[in-house]
C-alpha cells in the first residue's frame, strides 16, 4: 500500500513531494481567469439584463446572471453540449467562477434559459458588443475597416429555415458575421435561400450610425468580396461619406479594359517562365452604377494562365499595390476570426428548433 507522500530530495531550500491525497481536483483551472476578465467587463452582468426570465421568483435557485456566466464559461472551456453540466455543475473551479458553493444548474434548467431568447434579446445582445467595443478604446481611432462576410452552417435537422444551398451543396444556414479588427460586431443567422448580402446594407447603416455618435471624425471604411457589391450598398456608402473596398466580380467588360496590362504580365511570364503579378486601376462604370469608379485589377499569370481579380475602391491612393494587397487582402484574417467563432465557440451547433435561439 502507498503511503499519502512520497519525499523526494529537496530543490535548495524547497522540498519535494509528491501527494496521493488531491481531493477535489479540475482540469479547468483557466475559468478562474475567465471569472476575473468577465468581472473587468461586466459581460454577463449586462447580457443578464438583457435576456428575459419568466420563472416564478419564489422558486428560483440559480440566478439568472449564474445560468449565464455558467453557460458562458462552459463553452470557453470547451464544453459544447448541455449534456456536460451533469457533471460540470459539481466541478469546484466552476462554482468558484460563478461564485457559487452549491452545485450548479443541471442541464434542463439551462435549457429551458436558452429557450428565452427572441428577436429583441438577439438585438440588444448586439448592442451590448458595440457599447463593449467603443468602450475598448481610450480615445477614438483616426480609422476602422467594418468586414462582411458570410459563411455556411451546415444543418442535419429540420430546423426553421433549413434550405439547401447550391454552392455549398448542402443544407445550411448563411450567417452574416461583421468584424473590426478581433472585435465581433455582428453574428446574424439567416437562411441560405436569400442573397449573401442580404440585410448587409441595414445592418452597416445602424453600425455606422452608432459608431458616429461616438465617434464622429472617424474614418469608416466598408470591406467586402465581390459579394457584398451592390450598387444600392455603393450609392448610400457616397452619400454618408463611408469609403469602401469591396471585390468587383470579374466580366468581359473589365477584362477588355485591363488586357493590354495583362499582356505586359503575360508577356514578362513568357519571358522569365515563373509566375508574374501586377496592379494596374482604371475608371470603371457597370450598367447599374450612377457614375465611374475606381477599380483596382490584381493581374497575375502562370502555368494556368491569366488570373486577373478587380476590388472597386471610394479612394485614390499613392500605391495601387498597397491598396489591393493591404487594404483589400486584409480581410483574409476575418477567415480566422470565423474559425475561432465556429471551431473555438461552436457558433455552428444550431440545435434548436426555434430560429432566435
Not at 455558467?70 to 451533469?86: P, S, T, V
Not at 475597416?145 to 426553421?160: I, K, M, S
Not at 444551398?165 to 468584424?179: A, E, N
Request: include cysteine; proline fraction near 4%.
Amino acid at each position: 500500500m502507498l503511503p499519502e507522500k512520497l519525499h523526494f530530495s529537496p530543490l535548495s531550500r524547497r522540498l519535494v513531494e509528491a501527494s496521493f491525497t488531491g481531493g477535489h481536483i479540475t482540469s479547468d483551472a483557466g475559468l478562474l481567469l475567465l471569472r476575473e476578465v468577465d468581472r473587468q467587463h461586466g459581460l454577463t452582468r449586462r447580457l443578464a439584463k438583457i435576456v428575459p426570465d419568466r420563472r416564478d421568483p419564489g422558486r428560483v435557485q440559480h440566478g439568472l446572471q449564474t445560468l449565464l456566466a455558467q453557460r458562458i464559461y462552459a463553452l470557453a472551456a470547451g464544453y459544447e453540449d448541455l449534456n456536460d453540466h451533469d457533471g460540470l455543475r459539481h466541478d469546484y473551479a466552476l462554482q468558484t467562477a460563478v461564485n457559487r458553493l452549491q452545485p450548479l444548474a443541471g442541464k434542463s434548467t439551462l435549457g429551458r434559459l436558452e429557450q428565452q431568447a427572441d428577436r429583441e434579446t438577439v438585438v440588444q445582445a448586439h448592442r451590448l458588443l458595440w457599447e463593449h467595443f467603443i468602450a475598448q478604446h481610450d480615445q477614438a481611432p483616426a480609422e476602422i475597416v467594418l468586414d462582411f462576410d458570410a459563411t455556411d452552417v451546415p444543418v442535419h435537422g429540420d430546423q426553421e429555415g433549413r434550405f439547401f444551398h447550391g454552392y455549398y451543396d448542402h443544407y445550411c444556414f448563411l450567417p452574416l458575421y461583421v468584424f473590426c479588427g478581433r472585435h465581433l460586431l455582428v453574428s446574424y443567422l439567416r437562411p441560405s435561400n436569400i442573397d449573401g448580402a442580404r440585410h448587409s446594407w441595414a445592418i452597416l447603416a445602424l453600425l455606422v450610425k452608432f459608431i458616429r455618435r461616438f465617434w464622429p471624425e472617424t474614418r469608416i471604411v466598408f470591406r467586402g468580396d465581390g459579394g457584398f457589391c451592390r450598387h444600392r450598398m455603393l450609392d448610400w456608402c457616397d452619400r454618408k461619406q463611408v469609403d469602401y473596398v469591396v471585390g468587383l466580380a470579374r466580366n468581359t467588360r473589365l477584362q477588355r479594359m485591363a488586357a493590354p496590362a495583362m499582356q505586359a504580365v503575360a508577356e514578362a511570364y513568357q519571358e522569365t517562365g515563373q509566375k508574374m503579378s501586377g496592379v494596374y486601376r482604371f475608371l470603371y462604370q457597370a450598367g447599374s452604377w450612377r457614375r465611374r469608379r475606381l477599380v483596382v485589377s490584381r493581374l497575375e499569370h502562370g502555368e494556368q494562365g491569366a488570373n486577373p481579380r478587380f476590388i472597386v475602391v471610394s479612394r485614390f491612393a499613392e500605391d495601387a499595390a498597397q491598396q489591393y494587397y493591404e487594404d483589400y487582402c486584409g480581410r483574409g484574417d476575418m477567415e480566422n476570426r470565423i474559425k475561432d467563432q465556429q471551431l473555438d465557440l461552436f457558433a455552428d451547433r444550431t440545435s434548436s428548433p426555434r430560429w432566435w435561439t
